[in-house]
T-cell receptor, first 115, second 115 residues
Framework: DAGITQSPRHKVTETGTPVTLRCHQTENHRYMYWYRQDPGHGLRLIHYSYGVKDTDKGEVSDGYSVSRSKTEDFLLTLESATSSQTSVYFC??????????????FGAGTRLSVL | AQSVAQPEDQVNVAEGNPLTVKCTYSVSGNPYLFWYVQYPNRGLQFLLKYITGDNLVKGSYGFEAEFNKSQTSFHLKKPSALVSDSALYFCAVRDGTGTASKLTFGTGTRLQVTL
C-alpha cells in the first residue's frame, strides 16, 4: 500500500471517548488526506493537508480535527466519538497538485466501531 | 460543485465476457477523471486516469476507460472479464481549479464475475 501505514487497523471504543488515528508515510509526499467510507456514500473527504501545519476541511469535517507536525505523519482525532462516526477510515497521499502527479495512493484503512 | 454518479450498485458478468462499469460526472471547467479498485479489506488502488488527450485511456490489469465529453461519461471497460476482477470500483473526479488535488468519489459499483 504505497508506503502508507495506518494505525490502529481496528478499534472499538465507547461513545464520548476521544480517538486518534494515525497515518504515516515514507514517500515524502506533500499532500495527505483523510476519508471515511460508508455504504451508499462511497468515500467522503474529512480533512486534508497540503504541507506541515497546513490543513483544511473536507465535506464531512464536523466532529473531526487533524494535525500535521511532520511531513510523514497526519493525525485524525475524534474529540468525542459518536456512533455516527463508526466507519472505515482511509488515509491517502499525493505528491503534488500537478495533474500528471495527481494520483492519490491509499492506506489499508482503519475500521472504527463506536459503541 | 463537482459530482460523480455510478448508476449501478452491482454489475454481474460471466468470465470471458466484456464488462462495462458506468460513470457520469458533473464539474465546472475541465474534468480530470479517475478509476480506482478496492479488493476486500484493502485500500483503494489506482487503475487509470484521464487528464487530456486521447479519449480512450488504458490502465492496469487490462482495463480501459472511454471519456465522452458530450455525454459527460467515463465508463470503465475490459474486453474479457476474469473472476479475479471481482471487486468494488470507484470513479472519481477532480476539477481543474485549486491546488489541493481533492477528489470527489462516486458511491462505488460492485463487480461480480462468475465462471
Amino acid at each position: 500500500d504505497a508506503g502508507i501505514t495506518q494505525s490502529p487497523r481496528h478499534k472499538v471504543t465507547e461513545t464520548g471517548t476521544p480517538v486518534t488515528l494515525r497515518c504515516h508515510q515514507t514517500e515524502n509526499h506533500r499532500y495527505m488526506y483523510w476519508y471515511r467510507q460508508d455504504p451508499g456514500h462511497g468515500l467522503r473527504l474529512i480533512h486534508y493537508s497540503y504541507g506541515v501545519k497546513d490543513t483544511d476541511k473536507g465535506e464531512v469535517s464536523d466532529g473531526y480535527s487533524v494535525s500535521r507536525s511532520k511531513t510523514e505523519d497526519f493525525l485524525l482525532t475524534l474529540e468525542s466519538a459518536t456512533s455516527s462516526q463508526t466507519s472505515v477510515y482511509f488515509c491517502a497521499i499525493s505528491p503534488g497538485p500537478l495533474l500528471a502527479k495527481n494520483i492519490q495512493y491509499f492506506g489499508a484503512g482503519t475500521r472504527l466501531s463506536v459503541l | 460543485a463537482q459530482s460523480v454518479a455510478q448508476p449501478e450498485d452491482q454489475v454481474n458478468v460471466a468470465e470471458g465476457n466484456p464488462l462495462t462499469v458506468k460513470c457520469t460526472y458533473s464539474v465546472s471547467g475541465n474534468p480530470y477523471l479517475f478509476w480506482y479498485v478496492q479488493y476486500p479489506n484493502r485500500g483503494l488502488q489506482f487503475l487509470l486516469k484521464y487528464i487530456t488527450g486521447d479519449n480512450l485511456v488504458k490502465g492496469s490489469y487490462g482495463f480501459e476507460a472511454e471519456f465522452n465529453k458530450s455525454q459527460t461519461s467515463f465508463h470503465l471497460k475490459k474486453p474479457s472479464a476474469l473472476v479475479s476482477d471481482s471487486a468494488l470500483y470507484f470513479c472519481a473526479v477532480r476539477d481543474g481549479t485549486g491546488t489541493a488535488s481533492k477528489l470527489t468519489f462516486g458511491t462505488g459499483t460492485r463487480l461480480q464475475v462468475t465462471l
